[in-house]
């Protein structure tokens, strides 16, 4: 899974676990890899989940 940052733009994702990456603008991240993931923000309306499928989820509690 990824997020998308809806201020900055930026798509990320953690590719293992302990992998923790932020967006350039820091207001989001997310954690875990493919093991878990743990997404963090300072507004979640701010952000999308991206599926493994490429389908975009609004996320407004992850």
């Not at 997020?3 to 930026?10: A, E, V, Y």
């Not at 302990?18 to 743990?38: Q, W």
């Not at 701010?46 to 493994?52: E, F, N, R, S, T």
């Amino acid at each position: 899974m990824k997020i998308k940052c809806l201020i900055c733009g930026d798509i990320i994702e953690s590719k293992r676990v302990h992998d923790l990456v932020s967006c350039k603008c820091e207001s989001c991240y997310i954690d875990g890899g493919s093991y878990y993931a743990h997404i963090g923000a300072k507004d979640f309306s701010k952000i999308v989940k991206i599926l493994d499928d490429g389908t975009e989820v609004k996320c407004d509690n992850c």
